[in-house]
């Protein structure tokens, strides 16, 4: 069983992913107004970016603590893929003034792989 120091590692990911839930479920209405074409981009490289540190931030903290196997990482790559799509479902199902949106789950994906290539490739090595 992990210890309390082993699960205390964690807390900075699990602190990321509910800044990323809050965002993510903030009503539209308090999203800030921007025209629609830079909207669109903004909004896709938001979704990149936060995935893609979120992910680095699992794989750092995961090789910190030596707990985690190559399965365990596997297995929480493909959980922030999930939940990404998990709160696009939910935007549209609660009704906030959100929208589903495909192209938000593939950038949220891309950033999950970016993250992850930049961390294996870059960032592991030094």
């Given at each position: ?8 590692i964690?807390?900075p990911v ?5 800044i990323i839930t809050a965002i993510?479920?903030?009503p539209g209405?308090t999203?800030?107004d921007v025209?629609f074409?830079?909207?669109i ?8 970016a936060?995935?893609a540190?979120w992910?680095?931030l699992l794989?750092?903290v995961?090789?910190k603590s030596?707990y985690?196997?190559k ?8 959980f922030i ?8 479902v939910?935007?549209?199902?609660l ?5 589903f ?10 950033g999950v792989?970016?993250?992850a ?6 960032l592991?090595r030094?």
């Amino acid at each position: 069983m992990a210890s309390y120091k082993q699960i205390r590692i964690f807390y900075p990911v699990w602190l990321w992913g509910i800044i990323i839930t809050a965002i993510s479920l903030l009503p539209g209405k308090t999203m800030p107004d921007v025209s629609f074409w830079k909207w669109i981009a903004v909004d896709k490289i938001g979704h990149f970016a936060v995935y893609a540190i979120w992910v680095v931030l699992l794989l750092q903290v995961s090789s910190k603590s030596g707990y985690v196997s190559k399965r365990h990482l596997t297995v929480g790559l493909v959980f922030i893929m999930a939940y990404g799509v998990f709160l696009e479902v939910l935007q549209r199902v609660l009704y906030l003034g959100r929208f589903f949106e495909f192209s938000d789950i593939v950038a949220n994906c891309i950033g999950v792989l970016f993250g992850a290539g930049t961390y294996f490739f870059l960032l592991k090595r030094f």
